[in-house]
Every structure is written in structure tokens, then in C-alpha cells.
């Protein structure tokens, strides 16, 4: 007989990243029950490094639910990005093509720090160190997410715990595989220490691969380097990275901060899914679990927290106003919204990355004529971009995640905690 502890709750949730978290804070404080299991322990959680780069509707949002508290206080609003391509440095000041929305850089890490720390302050801290074994009886009255010394009963399951997470597999085998694509190349990955704030987000064109730099902190910044596919970290040392960078964003000139030391190096694997619906009866889907994107665009967290704002408005219209409708329609817009985002992932990545471009040593580049045509090409379509007209206020309204190029995010609902 199972000795393994069982709670009853409104909403299970698997999973503490943005989505989860979001989505757990936004129904505690409109008075429905919700349970998160996390199978890392809280340090791991709090201390992850992901993304950095929050949108500008989701940033609005943040703030008018009262989640914003830290942010508000040491995020860097960015809006401005540059391009490097053929010796060039080309401006994009896309803040003010969008109409004066921005980015806003906040670690990952730090915006879910500040979310457990909320749970823990409503007395519903995630149960950390607890990994999900199955997500069971999806399309009965009582789903139940099942871990090794815990179970939870629950009306609804959210997964939110990833791609490779338990939540995805209890979907019918024709839709959790969705669609996807595996890119040729890879990026590789380094937090560096540097000696002052990068001004802006940097993307390098070159025929010895893609480079980018990207701020995060004062004196943090993450450098991306493409290398070919399925590259080992380990063939990367220091001195190799070093080379690579100074190569590859040469064109920065002096406006590019010292970099004075490494954190150990990662590959992403460029790759990108969608599952074919983000639903099966009682369980739903929301932020990588339902969909993967590469890093380019920095659209990843952005739309995992689009998903629990969506997913938080339409549960509460579910839980307490007895309103079917939203949520039966949940899958269709968060599908929707996971293809736009990544179609323009998509298509930068496409911008960025040379066809010829041989990231495999750091030897100087033959005379290639296809690859300097292919340069030429890349460097008129960013000028197209920069120059007043269509093309670059389309790509800032998108880039920045307006509500001209998306649906702005549910506002602050009734909450029952609140008396009405």
C-alpha cells in the first residue's frame, strides 16, 4: 500500500518556473486552492540562470497585479538594439519605432525568486524536491499528479514543468510530439564578467558564425557564439571564446565592454516545438511544456508568462463565475500566439545566420563570393529594418512584444480575498 501523503486542491501545478508561478500566485489571490510540486530543490529553483529580457506587456502586467515589487526597482529599461554586419554598426532604436514600449532586462532568476517568495507569504510554498512521476486520469472528474511521497486530487493539472516534463507525455500520443524543427547550428552559451554595462543588445553577422551580447546586469552580461550542431561545451576553452568574441563582434569597436572573466560555457540546442493542442480534459499546458523556441528574440519566458495570464484569467472566470467559455478557448489562442512568436523567432535567427558560415575554428574566413553575397543581402535587409518605414516599425511592434503586435494581457480580476 502507497504510505504516500494525499491533498486536495483546485489546481495542481507541476512545475515553479514563470509559468507555474504566475499562474500559482494570480489564483491564490483570487481565492482558488493551487498546489505546485517542483522536482528541484528550492536553491536550484532560485538560482537557475535563463532568460533576461522582459517584454513590454508583460512587464504591464507584472505591474498591475502587484507583481513587480523588486523589478520596478532594478530593472534597466532597454529599447534600443544594434547590428554588426560587414564592419558595420547599424542602430535600431526599436523603443521608439514601437511606439516608447521597451524591455525591460530582469534576470529569470530573479523575477522567480520573487514569485516563490510571494507563495511563501500566502502560505503556499511550492513543494520543492519533489519530481512528478505521472500526471494521471486526465479526462476523469479527479485528475491527479502523482510524485514518490505525494499525491495531489485535483479539479484541473496544469503542467508547466518543461518539455521533457512528465505533464507533456500524459498528453495522446498524436499530439504531445506537435511540430518541430532542429536548426543545424547551435549556440553557445557564457554569462561573462565584464567591466561595465553593455549599452545594448549586440548582434554580430559573420562568416565565422553569429555573435551576440546581451545585458543582464551592471557587470554580468551572456555572450552567445554559434557553433556547429551538437558541439561539446568542453572543445570551448577561455582563450577560444575570447578569440571567437573578439572576431565576431570586431565591428562593436571601442563601445564594447571588457570582459575580465567566464562562468563555465553551455550549448542551446537551437531547436523549436509546439504541441498540437495544449489541452487533454482536465490537464492543460502552459509555457515550454506546451512549446520550445529558440533564444533568439528572447520570446521563451515571455510567452510562458502570457500563458499563465491567460490561463489565470480564464480558470478564475471557470472557478467563480462559472464561465465555460474562456477556458474552452485557451488552446486555440495560446496556439495562435506560440506560432507568432515563433515565426519571428524564426525569422531573426534566419537574419542573423549565414548559410555558409563555418563557426567550426577561428581560422581566418576564405574569400567565399557566396558567403560575402549572402553578407551583402543580410546588411540591406537590416537597413531596411533601421530606415523609416513598414518593415521596421512591424519588427519593433514584435521584437518588444507590444499589444499592437500582440493581445495585451488580462488586467487585474475581483478577488474574493479582497471582499469583492
Known sequence: MSTARRLRTQVGIVGAGPAGLVLGVMLLRAGIDVRIVERLPREAVLTRARAG???????????????????AKEAVRHGRCDFLCLGRRLRFDYAERAGGAHHWVYPQQELVRDLVELLEAEGRAPYFGQPASAVVDTTGRRPRVECADL???CDVV????????????ALPADVRDG?????????LTVLAEVDR??????YAIHERGFAAMVPRTEHLARLYLQVPGDEDPARWPEERIREQARLRLAAAGSGLPRITAFRPADALRMRSAVVSAPRHGRLF????AAHILTPCGAKGMNLAVADAADLA???VRQFLDGDPVPLAGYPERRLHEAWRAQEFSDGLLRLLHLPHADPADGR????DPASRFEAQLRLERIRRLVEPGPAGTAFAHGYVGSPAWLPALPGPRWSRRDGG
Open 313 to 315: 484569467d480564464s480558470l
Open 179 to 187: 511540430v518541430w524543427q532542429r536548426y543545424p547550428h547551435d549556440w
Open 285 to 288: 499546458l502552459a509555457g515550454d
Open 364 to 367: 581566418p574566413a576564405p574569400a
Open 158 to 169: 496544469v503542467g508547466a514543468d518543461g518539455w521533457h516534463g512528465v505533464s507533456r507525455r
Open 151 to 153: 499525491v495531489l486530487e
Open 53 to 71: 529580457l522582459l517584454e513590454d506587456r508583460v512587464v504591464r502586467f507584472l505591474h498591475e497585479h502587484g507583481l513587480a515589487g523588486r523589478l
Open 197 to 202: 554595462p553593455v549599452e545594448c543588445v549586440l
